[in-house]
């Protein structure tokens, strides 16, 4: 799964009914990551923070659907987190999906479920 540039790219979740072709924001650089969502009163698609293995909610506008991913991109939990919250930094993650509360139940991202990122060429740094 390698290290991944700031950038756009997409997001497959694998298995029964899972979703492809999802728009994604790839947050790689420390910048990037400390931003994150933050401010954003809606997203398009998900954001993946990478490495990452906890998030926090503060200044955000929106409530959001959070997925830990461990090296193999295997989700090894979902939550959904108000504005104002520390999540707690789970031992296995390496990365976190972020998305719009309620979009993940959608897109079929759920523990033991694993996701496919391609990035976008010519899009890094953009």
Known sequence: MGRWRDGRGTLTVLGDGGTAGIPLEIAASY??????LLGRDSVDGAMLLSPASGVHTFRMRIPIDVAYLDRRLKVVAVRTMRPGRLGLPRLRA???LEAEAGAMAGWGVRVGVR???RVDLGAEGD
Do not use: D, E, N
């Open 115 to 117: 996701v496919a990122v």
């Open 94 to 96: 390496r990365h976190v």
């Open 31 to 36: 910048r990037a990551r400390t931003k994150g």
